[in-house]
Nanobody, 124 residues
Framework: QVQLVEFGGGLVQAGGSLRLSCAAS????????MGWFRQAPGKEREFVAV????????HYADFVKGRFVISRDNTKNTVYLQMNSLKPEDTAVYVC?????????????????WGQGTQDTVSS
């Protein structure tokens, strides 16, 4: 079992940046692929990015390519999402998730564990 807690959400103006962190406790962090998802009001949860256990495989959603960077530090049991050039449509609750089965899953139903989420608001 693993518990996930997100940090770093907040209010930022369009064009600005935020860095989200997700700290894991319990389990063996290096055994999990780590992903980020987001959900805006009235919309379905959508995939943002994922990184494999040792960082060798990364996938991004098309709408964040070139703007967001996912990384992990297995010595700190933490996964990060650096968000640059933020747009108002990036406003959402961002949630981290862990999966112990797949290399780098991109579908929500493939994940085993979820954090509570952190609110990111991008003003125009």
């Amino acid at each position: 079992q693993v518990q996930l807690v997100e940090f770093g959400g907040g209010l930022v103006q369009a064009g600005g940046s935020l860095r989200l962190s997700c700290a894991a406790s319990g389990g063996t962090f290096s055994s999990y692929a780590m992903g980020w998802f987001r959900q805006a009001p009235g919309k379905e949860r959508e995939f943002v990015a994922v990184i494999s256990r040792s960082g060798g495989r990364i996938h991004y959603a098309d709408f964040v390519k070139g703007r967001f960077v996912i990384s992990r530090d297995n010595t700190k049991n933490t996964v990060y999402l650096q968000m640059n050039s933020l747009k108002p449509e990036d406003t959402a609750v961002y949630v981290c998730a862990a999966d112990e089965t797949w290399l780098a899953p991109t579908r929500a139903y493939e994940y085993d564990y979820w954090g509570q989420g952190t609110q990111d608001t991008v003003s125009s």
